[in-house]
């Protein structure tokens, strides 16, 4: 009898088990045998030959002027920048009693397990300095979401002083609420998403060669075609990208008027992508200001708080640099410096923060002019109360946002900025504020005046009913008590003439970030050495890091600087060597 042909399903299996079998004889092989690249010799580890550092080096001495962020920034990265054979003695100076500069925190309720941010709240994904030092120093990062009572969703809101322009539920990147943009502004989410990628991966490339360190913001401005950007205001720069005026009205100037309390007809176009760049949002558990102190701390740099610089002065025959300050005992160890009746020697001061409040003055005095950085002036109050906003002074929405930005009136209306921030009734179309924001929850002082406050067992113990809302209004004036309490869905004084609306109030006035407007040019005064010349500048000698402020205005930018200034410096003292 003849064979009888192969069953089809036995040779599709046995193929497969042979192919299998093939497979699995490539990945042994491959494990056994790694491959090697083609045409890179094998290189054998080999220690690195010692230093061998000559036996006397002079130590450079450095003053920092603020503890900031560029301050900060500027003592870290001198010490990661340092020369093997190059020892530094960093000094820090700053007039407030508290390191971070425009990022430090309250106590709600004066309870210190209860620190809000009263400055700089959030920093992103792209802020790579930030982030890189958070998580160098193991510092706990938090998300921005909220929590809050009787589990009330997390809503955002535009208000334009008539109604909500737009609203948002929990959830920025929900399916939902990508449709719902869409749907409302056409592909202008998408073009402003590409433009801010576009234009802030620009930006980034100030952090790398050949463009870092930068000796002139403005070269490296136009090198790197950012002055497209900065030459128009954010209004011209999304009309020009194909971004209609409505999604720029609805909500990019909603993002500007939060982050810089300016208007999209003022601030020029690279900020307002900037203002844009809200990926991966977060902030330091018990203040961002941690990152600078521990930027200090590992600098090794001694610290002086309370301390403000009086005077500088050179002299001329040594170089040196002597600095008077009305200084107290140190908040870390200091270092032996020489010092006389003009006061302390140092070879390089930085001064990082604005001149034009430092109240310095300088022997002989400063060749070249800085001028003044004009500031916005902005209103800052934290307060808790029991209850929520109020859906009758907003024109009763379907949906109660919790955090509320602001856009100017409709666009028929053409208001400008001054027409927004002047102060009005409550019932004005003219929104009184930037944003309101609901922070979270939190327990207020227990009424038994023998517990301690904000003990967390005692709060164990309490009914989240108990719990207050902790709220955050940025605005362009002082709001009024009566003005705060009309917001919140509280009983009218009349009704109960003991009604207690708001527990905590607490009001700060910040210069929080320049006026931004449209430039070419910028503040170039990085190095203020008297009658000192040429791209090559040697490290001694005073540098300035607030003339970025003009440009961007954010922790990270001012960070930058201070890394700039910095990595200037050692490079300077290197070319004195050679």
């Known amino acids: 009898m003849a064979n009888s042909p192969a069953h089809p399903q036995s040779t599709t299996s046995r193929r497969r088990w042979v192919l299998l079998a093939l497979l699995g004889l490539v990945a042994l092989t491959w494990l056994l045998y790694p491959s090697k690249p083609l045409e890179q010799p094998q290189v054998l580890y080999r220690d690195p030959a010692p230093i061998r550092c000559p036996k006397t080096v002079p130590v450079r001495n450095v003053a920092v002027i603020g503890a900031g962020s560029a301050g900060a920034s500027a003592a870290y990265y001198l010490r990661k920048f340092q020369a093997p054979c190059q020892p530094i003695n960093i000094t820090i100076y700053e007039r407030n009693g508290y390191v971070g500069g425009r990022s430090t925190t309250v106590n709600a309720y004066d309870n210190p397990n209860y ?15 930030l982030v890189t030092a958070a998580e160098a120093f193991g510092l706990p990062i938090q998300s921005m979401t909220v929590s809050l009572k009787n589990d009330r969703p997390e809503v955002l809101g535009v208000w334009d002083g008539e109604g909500f322009v737009f609203t948002q539920s929990d959830g920025s990147n929900s399916y939902g609420n990508i449709a719902k943009l869409l ?18 991966g620009s930006f980034l490339k100030m952090y790398e060669a050949p463009y870092f360190p930068f000796t002139s913001l403005s070269k490296t401005a136009y090198d790197l075609d950012l002055l497209p950007a900065t030459a128009v205001t954010g209004q011209q720069y999304l009309e020009s990208n194909g971004i209609s005026e409505h999604f720029g009205h609805d909500i990019i100037q909603a993002s500007t008027r939060v982050n810089y309390a300016q208007n999209l007809d003022q601030i020029h176009g690279l900020e307002t992508m900037v203002c844009m760049a809200t990926d991966g949002a977060m902030s330091i558990e018990g203040g961002n200001w941690h990152i600078f102190d521990g930027m200090i701390k590992s600098s090794g740099a001694t610290l002086f708080l309370n301390s403000s610089a009086t005077s500088i002065s050179k002299d001329v025959s040594t170089g040196k640099y002597f600095i008077k300050t009305t200084s107290p005992e140190p908040l870390y160890p200091a270092q032996d410096l020489p010092s006389s009746s003009s ?76 027409d927004t921030i002047t102060p009005a009734s409550t019932n004005s179309k003219h929104p009184l504020f930037f944003s309101i924001s609901t922070l979270r929850t939190l327990y207020p002082p227990p009424k038994d005046s023998h517990l301690p406050l904000g003990v967390e067992s005692i709060c164990g113990d309490r009914s989240p009913a108990e719990q207050e809302y902790l709220y955050k209004i940025f605005s362009p004036h002082p709001l009024s008590r009566s003005q705060i309490e009309a917001m919140l869905a509280a009983p009218a004084p009349e009704e109960d003439p003991h009604l207690n609306a708001i527990t905590w ?25 008297w009658n000192e010349k040429g791209e090559k500048w040697d490290g001694d000698g005073v540098w300035y ?24 410096v050692v490079e300077g003292w290197g070319r004195e060597e050679e």
Do not use: C
Request: glycine share 4%; charged share 10%.
């Open 183 to 200: 749907w409302k502004y056409g592909m202008s989410p998408v073009y402003t998403q590409n433009l801010m990628k576009k234009t802030v």
């Open 343 to 418: 006061g302390i020697a140092y070879d390089t001061v930085i001064i990082a923060s604005p001149l034009q409040f430092s109240n310095i003055s300088f022997s002989p005095p400063l060749s070249t002019a800085v001028p003044p950085i004009p500031y916005v002036s902005l209103h800052v109050t934290l307060f808790t109360s029991p209850y929520t906003l109020s859906p009758s002074y907003f024109n009763n929405p379907s949906t109660m946002p919790t955090t509320i930005l602001t856009t100017t009136t409709p666009l028929s209306s053409r208001a400008s900025i001054n």
């Open 505 to 529: 109030l607490h009001r700060k006035t910040w210069d929080s970030y320049p006026y931004l407007p449209p430039r070419l040019s910028f503040d170039d005064n990085i190095k203020l050495d």
């Open 545 to 568: 890091t607030s003339g970025i402020e003009s440009f961007i205005s954010t922790m990270e930018t001012s960070s930058l600087m201070g890394m700039n200034v910095a990595k200037l």
């Open 115 to 129: 620190p809000v941010e009263l400055g700089a709240s959030i920093f992103v994904k792209v802020n790579d300095n």
